[in-house]
């Protein structure tokens, strides 16, 4: 597989793919991604969660990174999760129900119409979600719900630049058992651009996997 992979001709994210994906891996999601718990610790740390802030996990699945986020927020913090799928989400609530986290509201709804609650978030985690990435109104109804200046980080699957194409035939068989569409996997984080100041991109795993860091830009 070459860097020019994924190009914008390729189709979309679909839905309806994904909730049935996800419906067969919500049994197993939690194992499957053991092998990236590095790459969501370091995602997490790029927020710089402070005590009290609000932070949406947006694609949260079956809330892996809550505990995380409850370390950053502290109990006077507040965490919206959002996840389309039914099974994930109802993993996510025994996970909040297990932790006893008073402070996390879980909605299950497609991000794009997603009815986020309480005043404009501090952080915004997108953790291996790249069909929300890839859905421009999805990032922009989730945007308007940062103040400016908050803090925006995006990590998961992309193509390895260059020569690699040994990384990229590994990077394809976990990228179609885990999104819909290829489309953008040579640069992921791209559709946050128009709403962020500078994007600072990390690449791990010989590029095959990235972490994107940046500030929503003021208002005006």
């Known amino acids: 597989m070459s860097s020019k992979a994924g190009k914008a001709t390729e189709p979309g994210p679909d839905r309806r ?8 891996r919500a049994g197993i ?18 927020l ?7 932070v949406l996990d947006v694609g949260c ?8 986020l409850e370390q950053g927020i502290g109990p006077k913090g507040a965490i919206i999760g959002i996840e389309q799928s039914p099974e994930m989400i109802e993993r996510a609530r025994e996970r909040v129900a297990q932790g006893r986290w008073s402070n996390v509201t879980l909605v299950c709804s497609p991000a794009e119409t997603a009815r986020i609650p309480g005043r404009h978030a501090d952080a ?13 109104e999805a990032v922009a109804h989730v945007m308007r719900h940062l103040k400016p200046g ?6 998961g699957l992309k193509w390895a630049g260059g020569w690699t194409v040994g990384v990229n035939l ?11 569409s290829l489309a953008g996997l040579r640069a992921p984080w791209s559709g946050l651009a128009a ?18 860091s940046a500030r929503v830009a003021p208002h005006g």
């Not at 909730?19 to 067969?24: C, N, W």
């Not at 999601?29 to 790029?46: C, G, H, T």
Request: glycine residues 6%.
């Open 17 to 24: 793919a994904a909730l049935a994906q996800y419906r067969r």
């Open 29 to 46: 999601y939690d194992l499957e991604l053991a092998l990236f718990e590095p790459i969501r610790r370091k995602a997490i740390a790029q």
């Open 48 to 54: 710089a969660l402070q005590p009290g802030d609000v």
């Open 61 to 68: 699945g079956t809330g892996l990174s809550l505990e995380l």
């Open 124 to 136: 915004v985690l997108f953790h291996f979600t790249h069909d929300i990435l890839r859905r421009p």
């Open 150 to 155: 908050a803090r925006v980080v995006a990590s």
């Open 170 to 180: 590994l990077v394809l068989p976990a990228a179609l058992h885990s999104v819909t």
């Open 195 to 212: 709403f962020t100041g500078p994007l600072h991109v990390q690449t791990m795993l010989l590029g095959g996997v990235y972490v994107a």
